[in-house]
Each structure stands twice: as C-alpha cells, then as structure tokens.
C-alpha cells in the first residue's frame, strides 16, 4: 500500500468495497492519480460479507434480456429501464474485469458454476468459495490496490468541498492524528456502501452507517427512493452473537420454511414461487407467521442434503451453523428478517454522476434506478462493477459541459429540529426506533411518530468529534430521508409496505427525490416527485 503523497489527487473514492476499489483500479489503469479513503481498515467493507453471489446472463441456455425482464418485475413498478438493460448487458465484460483482477468464480465440470435465486427465471447467479462470493472479491481487489493505489484507511471523510458549483475537494478526519486534513480534487467517487446500521437488525458491518449519503445530501447533491430498504428474510440471529446472513442461494437450492407449528407457509403466500418469491414478499410472510406464533423466528430446513455437499456448497454458513450448535443437514434453521439493503441512495443518471458536477456515486450509495422499490437478488455487485466503470469513463473523458436541468418546484418541507435542548440520542435509540416504525411493516401514525422523535434528535446531536459522533450523525440523516419519504408514499409498493395505505397506487408509480437548497438550512430538504428519467440528473 502506498501513502498520500500529495494534497492533489485527480480522483478522491471514499470507501473500499467492490464499487470503491474497482472504479480506484479502473481509473488508474487510465493513468489518473487516484486517492481512496476509507473510514476503516481496507477490508472492512460490506463486499466480503456478500454470500449469494453476482448475478449476469452467461450461461449458455440464459440471455441478457430474461435477466433484464426479472430485474423489471421485482422491482415493482420504479425500475428505470435504461438503466436496467445497461446492467444487465453490459454484466459480461465487467465479469470478465474481475476475472481479470484475480476473481476466481466457482467451476463446474470445467464451466463456470451458475446458481439459482429468488425471483430470477434461470440459474445464472456465479459465487466463489462457495458462499463467500464477497470475501473473494474484496481480497483480490484490496491486494491489488494496496500495491497499485495510495491509500488512506481509518480515516473519515467529513465534507465535500466546493467551488462554483462542483466539486473542488474532500475534507477528512484522519483518526491516528485526531485532525483534519483537505485533499483538493475536481472529482470525488462517493462509494461508503449502504446504511442498514440505521436498523437495530441488519446483516450489514458496524461500518453500514449511510456516510455517502450524508455526505452528498449535506453538499446540495439530491437523493432518492430512502423509503425503500430491502429486508433480507433468513438471517441467524441468535443471543449473544453477531447476526448472520443465510444466504438466498440456500433456498435456491431448494430450503423451505417452516411456521412454528411446522408448517410449510410460503406457498400460501405465493403459490407459483414460494421460498422463491421476492424478499419483500418472503420477508413479510415471515415476520406475519412469527407475530402469529408469538415467536422470533421461523425455521429453514435444508436437511434434503447431506453434509458433506452442504459443507462443500456453503462452508462459511455450515461452518457458522456448526459454532451455533446447529446442523444444517440435520437441524432447522431458525431465521428472521433483517435489514440487508439501502435501495435508495444519491440519485445518478446511467455514468453514475450526481447533480453536483464533479461528484459520482457507486455501488449500494448511489440510486441508479435499477433496483427499484425492490432488488433483485445478486444484482449488487454486478450494480457496482458496471456503473463504477461507466462512471470511470465519463469523469475521464467528459462530454461538453451542460448546466444541470431545472428540478421540478415543490414546497419545502423544512426540518431544522424543533429547537429543543434534550439529550442527544445513543445511536441504539435511532436504531430501535427505525426497526419499530419503519420496519418490515409501517403504519402512517408510527411513521409520524417517528419523524418527528428524529427531529428533536437531529437539533440536541452535538459537533461530531471522532468517528462514532460523524456516524451517529451519518445515521440519523438517512433516517430522517428515508422516514419523511415513508410518510409522503402513501401506497405500499415493493419493500415499502403501510397497513394503512396496502396496495399500490398508480398516481405514486415515481420517485421521492430530496435535496438541501444551498441557501436553505442546513436541514431542510426540497421532496419532488420524478420521472425514471436518470440521465437528466446529469450535472
């Protein structure tokens, strides 16, 4: 690894998963100057934590326009098609990068191993090392560009700096100095990962805390569809231990799941797919059988395997199974839904640029518009690798400036705080407080309630000082933009569901888009409905 030897970089990334790495190693193989700061140690990140897979049409009976359709009917109404059939075609080649970056996919006789998940027509999800698809991405990305890229870890990034109208640089707090020091540049990828740590239940690392969304809504630059967090169905939660994903690919191999009383559920839910069907959808079942029961989990049997194949399939889950006291080839699992994915996030057009000139995001910060009001599964990492190269080539070889389109009026909705001087909230107050109201399940009073508990916390956090104070504060910024998006969709679409408003509705089949006005207060934001028109957020 080598060390910041400058103050001016060409490009500054802040973050070291797959979209952060990727986009460092393609931008300087492009021969640009490239700084990546990460708030933790360079493997830190949510990429090695990524079980399923990544999902691309390869296979020799599959074809990119199957997985574009998939990728349309999960998402439940909000895709963006362009940006759609830009993932999904454009999926071989960046395969091909990883590869080419060390990325060894699991094989099969000589082909490459293809898996099957929920809501997809075909088995075309490739993995590695079994169920640790991540850890073999972000150890072959991180080993390369600690030998190729300068590299700043433990270090937070606290502002982005402007000029005119764009950026001109990054402002971060360096934790070993206890200060801070500026890194000027014209361009800055925004690549912090997701913000489950908003959620007192997540699958998601302690590092989960939104950064890059804070960051860019506090610089003026918009954000979009917060309101939807996608809830994975089957985590190991378990006392006294870390929660633990059960990955998808397990059910695509044929797990079901069990109420309490021992009873198959999901083809009463959903005849056609069952085990099979969206998370949103798997995810309520669940939590519904276990409300019923009185119960904390439901329970996933794989035990139609052996345990020599389930070792071999899924090591690091039958190993985690084992530490637990559990067989997986013997025993039920017990499992519940937790937070898994941010699919809101700082809204791009299809080169992953913002509207702040200058500024890109990537990976599960950006909003694309490919996911949606609900993801499909293992289109996460292939999200990352196709718009990060995109975004690559644009800050490399822009086109003619264009000044950035008008948005559409609205009135302000204003969120100053309500002046109170309370004790700031413990970052396990926002958390339980956010699985509670706006949750699984959301009523329009909770999501009221809630608001309005995040505006009195907003106004008593003090001035960030270390890490926890910058994340605390990265935490209760997402949760105030994904609970005032939550009180505004008055529909249930997707991952988004309200008792009080439980069908979808055509007049909001479009996006809740917030920003901060530059002579507003520094918490007021400006919602505006859009179209799925992602290249007019070009700026």
């Keep these: 690894m080598t060390s910041p030897q400058h103050s001016e ?14 986009a460092a190693l393609q931008a300087h193989e492009a021969g640009a100057r490239v700084l990546v700061v990460t708030k933790g140690g360079i493997g830190e990140a949510s990429t090695r934590y990524a079980q399923g897979g990544i ?28 940006a759609a ?19 060894n996919f699991d094989s099969d006789n000589g082909a490459v191993a293809l898996g099957r998940e929920a809501a997809h027509s075909r088995a075309r999800i490739l993995h590695a090392r079994g169920d640790a698809t991540g850890l073999e991405i972000e150890l072959s990305l991180s080993s390369l560009a600690q030998r190729e890229i300068a590299i ?23 934790r070993a100095e206890g200060g801070r020091r500026v890194f000027g540049t014209p361009r800055v990828v925004l690549a912090t990962g997701g913000a489950g740590q908003m959620y007192r239940t997540t699958t998601n690392p302690p590092v989960s805390t939104g950064d890059g969304v804070a960051l ?19 985590a190991l939660v378990l006392p006294g231990r870390p929660v633990f994903l059960i990955s998808e690919a397990v059910r695509g191999e044929g797990a079901q799941l069990f109420n309490a009383k021992g009873e198959r559920f999901m083809p009463r839910y959903d005849p056609d797919r069952a085990e099979l069907a969206p998370r949103d959808v798997v995810a309520r079942a669940a939590l519904k059988e276990m409300l019923e029961a009185g119960s ?13 194949w389930l070792a071999a399939r899924f090591p690091s889950i039958y190993a985690r199974c084992l530490e637990s006291g559990l067989d997986m080839a013997k025993d039920r699992i017990p499992v519940s839904p937790a937070a898994h994915y941010t699919m809101g996030g700082v809204r791009t057009n299809t080169w992953g640029e913002t509207t702040l000139r200058g500024l890109f995001a990537v990976g599960e910060t950006a909003c694309t518009g490919v996911h949606g009001a609900n993801r499909l599964a293992s289109n996460s990492l292939l999200e990352t690798v196709v718009f990060a190269h995109r975004a690559v080539e644009r800050l490399l070889n822009p086109p003619d400036p264009t000044p950035p389109p008008e948005a559409p009026t609205a009135d302000a909705l204003v969120l100053d705080g309500l002046g109170s001087d309370g004790e700031a909230p413990r970052t396990e107050q926002v958390k339980e407080l956010m699985w509670r109201e706006v949750g699984i ?31 605390l504060r990265s935490i209760i910024t997402c949760a105030r933009l994904a609970t005032e998006a939550a009180v505004r969709r008055e529909e249930s679409r997707g991952a988004h569901f309200r008792t009080d408003h439980p069908w979808p509705r055509e007049q909001w089949r479009r996006h809740i888009v917030f920003r901060r006005p530059s002579d507003g207060p520094s918490a007021t934001i400006t919602p505006e409905s859009t179209s799925t028109d992602r290249e007019s957020a070009r700026a």
């Design 85 to 103: 059939r830009i993932l999904c075609y454009e999926a071989a080649p960046r395969i091909a990068d990883l590869v080419r970056y060390g990325v």
């Design 441 to 471: 399940v959301r009523t329009g009073e909770g999501l009221r309630d809630a608001a309005e508990q995040l505006r009195r916390w907003a106004s008593a956090v003090p001035v960030p000082t270390d890490r926890e104070g910058y994340e």
């Design 9 to 22: 970089y060409d490009l500054v990334v802040v973050g070291s998963g797959i979209a952060g790495l990727y």
């Design 55 to 82: 999902a691309a049409a390869v296979g020799p009976e599959d074809d990119p326009a199957d997985h574009l359709k998939d990728t349309i009917d999960a998402g439940a109404g909000l895709v963006d098609e362009e």
């Design 216 to 234: 860019a809504y506090e610089c003026g630059a918009e954000v979009m569809d917060m309101e939807f967090t996608q809830f994975h169905p089957t």
């Design 152 to 174: 700043l870890e433990h270090t937070f990034a606290t502002r982005i700096l402007t000029d005119s109208g764009r950026v001109s640089g990054v402002e971060v707090f360096v």
């Design 296 to 308: 904390d989990h439901v329970l996933l049997d794989v035990t139609a395997y052996d345990a020599e």
